[in-house]
């Protein structure tokens, strides 16, 4: 790429400005065939990256009755320390996460989250004993939020960030809607539950060779990276920190904590509930299926309208049908209404998660976006742990008809959080897809407000 800075090859702290031409202004669009192969790899390794994790994701919810059964009657409260698991992955993936990404670069760390993240489904492959399926859980939680945060900071960073980062999330409710029904399937033929893993792994082979295709094996002069004086990592710290100050940050970490939380503690136990208190049967697997299904259709299909009526109004509004839904499955006994309602409730939720993302790159400084984004996929992924958890933890002692009026609590919450989220004086629009492949190499869509508390 020239004399010019490779961001696939820099840290997520923020730089100095002028440190890397990439930053302050957009490059040459005369790429060479490699260029272009890499710019279109990097790109399909995130999409392959945000499937692997829907994948990972999206199962457990199908497999939690079977691997009760196959280790013995597991507990609600027991089986759902795999989420825990998930917390402390999440956790310790925010804790490393700046310093992996300063020492690595964005590139290499996102390689590397695959390849744990594989080892940790590679584990539960082979059949251990069910205490080691927490730990594995935490491992390849670690490996997700790590490439989480790589590649919505690489993505959110290039122009139309909007409508790219509503594909690459679209295409982690692909991999999450597809996991469960296959799930049911794998079940339904009475094959044991952890070989289902090995789908798990197959997927993290792929996104690892598509992005090492795309970030590793690159020319770029990365010596820049390699030889960064304290002072400058002194300056990284302390944007950091300002970055955390930061009103819109912490507002919309709170906000995707909840969000997450209602989005995993509905796939993951939803079909326990409409086994037990519907009559669901073998059928209610697909449920996970359904509300992913929804997800994924409505991170596309409700661009346009979330465009129109304004991100501002959008997600409250979302959020409350998505709480109504939640109403009707609890007092609904019927199965197919509850399965339609789950369906409804992933539809509008579809559109949150993206807005949230591309709201933080537009409300904040460029050099805030590394750090905030960080922040949001590691940290705030911890909620998609917590309150599954908790849900089995009450399902334990008082049967799992508690889901509901916690996802109803959740909902309630979101809407709350989300008026306290400070929002640029310019409202964001939709962005028109785009032929050429994204790149660093294109321009990065300019700042528009600084809302710091």
Known sequence: MSGLCDEAE???????????????????????????FRALARIVGCCVSAASAGWHDGCIGAL??????????????????VFIGSFSGYTLASLLNVNLSTRLGLGRLLVLGAAIQGLGSAIIAFRPPFTAIPVCYAVAGFGIALQDAQYNTYVARLPGASTKLGIVHALYGVGALASPVVATLVMRANAPPPLFYFTNLAWCVASMTVLSAGFVFSSSNSSDRRFRSTAEIGDGIASLRTVISSRVVWATLLFVSLYTGTE??????????????????AMSGYASAAFYGGLTSGRVMLLPLT????????????????????????????FLIDLIAVAACGFVMGPCYPVTVSLVTKATPHGHHPGALSLMACLGQSGSALFPFLVGSLADIYGIKVLQPMLVTLFGGMVILWQLVPFPKVQLHRSPIVAKPASVGEGVEPTTTDNSA
């Open 10 to 36: 820099q840290p997520l702290l923020a730089r100095r400005q002028g440190d890397c031409v990439s930053r302050v202004g957009t490059v040459t669009a005369d790429l060479d065939k490699t260029g272009k």
């Open 64 to 81: 939690i009755p079977y691997l009760q059964v196959y280790y013995g009657s597991v507990s609600d409260e027991k089986v759902s320390l």
């Open 264 to 281: 995993t503690s509905e796939a993951g136990w939803i079909v326990s509930f409409l086994m037990r208190e519907r009559d669901g049967g």
């Open 307 to 334: 465009a129109y009526i304004s991100e501002k109004k959008a997600v409250p509004i979302y959020a409350i049908i998505a709480l109504i839904m939640q109403v009707v499955i609890w007092t609904s006994p019927s």
